[in-house]
Nanobody, 122 residues
Framework: QVQLVESGGGLVQAGGSLRLSCAASGRTFSTYTMGWFRQAPGNEREFVAA???????LYADSVKGRFTISRDNAKNTVYLQLDSLKPEDTAVYYCAAQDGNYYYTAAHYRYWGQGTQVTVSS
């Protein structure tokens, strides 16, 4: 069983930055693929970024070059650095974990955090 707790969301102006953190419980964190998804009101949950156990990273086209995912296995934590934020980045951001390699699909992630709100004002 893995429990995920996100933090770091907030209100920021367009062009600003935030760093989201996701702290995971469990001794097998280093073997999991970790992902970040987001969901805006009225929209489906969408893939943002993922990082494999070996450090391979993938990004949605909409955030490539602006967001950076990283992990610290010693701290059981995955991060999402959000730079050059836009109003359309406003959403609840969720951290997720899986023991497979289906990075882009939410249904393949077994464990989810409660989400953290990111609001970008224009």
């Amino acid at each position: 069983q893995v429990q995920l707790v996100e933090s770091g969301g907030g209100l920021v102006q367009a062009g600003g930055s935030l760093r989201l953190s996701c702290a995971a419980s469990g001794r097998t964190f280093s073997t999991y693929t970790m992902g970040w998804f987001r969901q805006a009101p009225g929209n489906e949950r969408e893939f943002v970024a993922a990082i494999s156990w070996s450090g391979v990273t993938l990004y949605a086209d909409s955030v490539k070059g602006r967001f950076t995912i990283s992990r610290d296995n010693a701290k059981n934590t995955v991060y999402l650095q959000l730079d050059s934020l836009k109003p359309e980045d406003t959403a609840v951001y969720y951290c997720a974990a899986q023991d497979g390699n289906y990075y882009y699909t939410a249904a393949h992630y077994r464990y989810w955090g409660q989400g953290t709100q990111v609001t970008v004002s224009s």
